[in-house]
């Protein structure tokens, strides 16, 4: 099978390159242990080179931050079988007020907007921990205001089943599949919040608690292929956001999961994903790629 995979920071936003560069390293690597050719975008236009070469694969999967994933999954919807969430649900998770009230509504715990007093800013659309900061000033626009949560920062690594695949050729009611538990490594300085990596597999003496809300979430928002949940838990297990896309989180799970992602991502998107996946120890993982046992 030809896999395309783009990834778009390596060569269009400097400031998230080394993570985008060390997921893109992970997923290659794992195409290619499992017998697939890859194929990755080069320099230049990405929408055009997206355009360019999706014909000619038999499955790509699209690799950027959230505001830009709709648009580009959609393009790589339109030639090719796509490993990853839908662009209609990228659309819905790259804005973080929707995504709260649709949760909500569900009885999923999500943080309270709030205009006034000393509160968490944050883009409406952003990627990560990319301008969120505390701060009693009034959100710009753009941004949203959310109360100040203190607790374990945590996130759920998944795979969401692919419902309807591609001609209504596949179809599976199943669970999304937990790939692990991870603790982030989210520092404020400053009043900003900044994100180094995490620890994987973490443990937690709520883990079934927070599997669960993770797993509702996914059923909820609709997710296909991988996704992460971001977590604050305390008294409340609050999801926090949502990413449709692969998660830095990978580069550590993949260094301690004996399942290849690359299969987990073909069989899920045909409705075969399997009941669980084997860990075995335990790692801490940078932003930039790095892996250290622990």
């Known amino acids: 099978m030809r896999v395309l995979l783009a990834e778009y920071t390596r060569f269009h936003d400097p400031a998230l390159a080394a993570e985008g560069e060390a997921m893109l390293r992970v997923l290659a690597g794992s195409f290619r242990r ?6 990755t975008l080069e320099k230049g236009d990405f929408a055009a080179e997206l355009e360019r070469l999706a014909p000619s694969a038999d499955a790509g999967l699209v690799i950027a931050p959230d505001h830009l994933m709709a648009d580009f999954t959609q393009i790589l919807e339109g030639h090719t079988h796509n490993l990853g969430c839908g662009s209609m649900v990228a659309a819905v998770c790259a804005n973080k007020r ?11 715990d999500t943080p309270a907007e709030v205009t006034s007093g000393r509160k968490v800013v944050k883009p409406i659309t952003g990627c ?14 753009d941004e949203m205001g959310q109360e100040l949560l203190e607790g374990d920062h945590l996130s759920v690594s998944l795979l969401g089943p692919h419902v309807i695949g591609e001609a209504c050729l596949y179809y599976d009611p199943g669970p999304p599949l937990v790939l692990a ?18 620890e994987t597999p973490a443990d937690h003496p709520r883990r079934e608690e927070i599997l669960e809300v993770a797993k509702k979430t996914v059923k909820v928002l ?5 996704v992460g949940v971001d977590l604050v ?11 449709p896309r692969i998660t830095t989180s990978l580069i550590g799970i993949a260094a301690v999961m004996e399942e290849e992602i690359a299969e987990l991502l073909d069989h899920g998107s045909q409705g075969r994903l399997p009941p669980q996946v084997h860990l075995k120890g335990r790692v801490r993982f940078s932003k930039n790629g790095e892996v250290t046992s622990l």
């Open 34 to 39: 499992c017998g697939h050719e890859v194929t």
């Open 233 to 243: 838990c305390a008294d409340r297990i609050t999801v926090v956001d949502v990413n």
């Open 222 to 226: 609709g997710c296909q292929g991988y």
């Open 181 to 198: 538990l991870n603790r982030q490594d989210v520092r404020i300085e400053g009043g900003r919040f900044s994100y180094h990596g995490g």
């Open 98 to 108: 929707l995504t709260g009230k649709i949760l909500s509504r569900q009885g999923i």
């Open 128 to 141: 990560g921990a990319v301008g969120v900061r505390i701060t009693e000033d009034p959100p710009g626009r």
